[in-house]
């Protein structure tokens, strides 16, 4: 299994940024897709952002100008610099990979970091 940890939680004000990070470890694996989701209390997990191998990064609208998904390929790390927070975007933020291990396809979820946008 490829196991998932993430950093970078915590409180902020309106306004503020957080620099969330998420390394994976684990042995003889390619990582394809990674991605963040969120789940606020009362609702469904939803994703944020995602980021091919490739590069190719995806928004939702509701973050879209304001959180930036980035992802090293050598270190098997992801990041998300979100700025401009809102209280909305309060929730528990998930790291998400999909991966192959022996031409098989696996994915992995992280524990989840908490944000907290509040003044």
């Known amino acids: 299994q490829v196991q998932l940890v993430e950093s970078g939680g915590g409180l902020v004000q309106p306004g503020g940024s957080l620099r969330l990070s998420c390394a994976a470890s684990g042995s003889d694996f390619s990582i394809n897709a990674m991605r963040w989701y969120r789940q606020a209390p009362g609702k469904q997990r939803e994703l944020v952002a995602a980021i091919t191998r490739g590069g190719v990064t995806n928004y939702s609208d509701s973050v879209k100008g304001r959180f930036t998904i980035s992802r090293d390929n050598a270190k098997n790390t992801v990041n998300l610099q979100m700025n401009s927070l809102k209280p909305e975007d309060t929730a528990v933020y998930y790291c998400?990979?999909?991966?192959?291990?022996?031409?098989?396809?696996?994915?992995?979820w992280g524990q989840g970091t908490q944000v907290t946008v509040s003044s």
């Open positions: 998400y990979v999909d991966f192959t291990r022996s031409r098989r396809s696996f994915t992995s």
